[in-house]
């Protein structure tokens, strides 16, 4: 393509490599939503799943993979797995499920944790379908348990302690329907159990609880990099330790 000017033509080279990135867009790295420190209502996650979409490479949205009824009763369907051998599973939403994840991990009697999405209405969905706010999934951690040394209340203990259940849709700077505060049970014992816990610690507080009680619903497990995200090392490889009992702040973006 030539440029002319009155003075002299200048070539110049095709638009495209005027735009060569040094970098592969698969090697990209994974990144859990935070406040941008320039504008703090804007994500970086946002940002780059955008231009990613520009340039070709946007994930599957809940507009390309319509929910039908089928697919929705699915995922609308109760949590059909099953614990391990005298094992109990919990439910519990209270925000981005990293930190949350990390706490549970800490409690005596917690043998596994698991982050990922329900109450939603798309089955099998992704972490840019859930951000996306109109899958109705919430962002929660799976915990198993052994109920002859951890009481479901402790479990419910580290929930109320670990977020603000105040918030609707919110948790600090963290705002979507997927950090809404939930506690998903799976028997009627947990939902009273709730419920007394819910009544209890709404008496310390001077504002309505929004935390919802619901049945637990189908589990679907985040992407391998979310798991133990902060254990592993978070975002700036900053391992924080799991050690049962441990009362090391929990750095939640690592």
Known sequence: ??????????ATPPLFSLFKPSFSVSKLPLLKPFNSPCNPTLKPSTLRMSWLNKLGFGARSPSDSPVDSSTSSIAQGPDDDIPAPGQHFAQFGAGCFWGVELAFQRVPGV???????????????????????????????????????????TLLDVFWARHDPTTLNRQGNDVGTQYRSGIYFYTPEQEKAALESKERQQKVLNRKIVTEILPAKKFYRAEEYHQQYLA???RFGFRQSTEKGCNDPIRCYG
């Open 1 to 10: 393509m030539l440029l002319k000017t009155t003075a002299t033509t200048i």
């Open 232 to 234: 592993k090392g978070g």
């Open 111 to 153: 043998t596994k944790t698991e982050v990922g999405y329900t109450q939603g209405y798309l089955h099998n969905p992704t972490y840019e379908d859930i951000c996306s706010g109109t899958t109705n999934h919430s962002e929660v951690v799976r915990v198993q348990y052994d109920p002859k040394e951890c009481s479901y209340d």
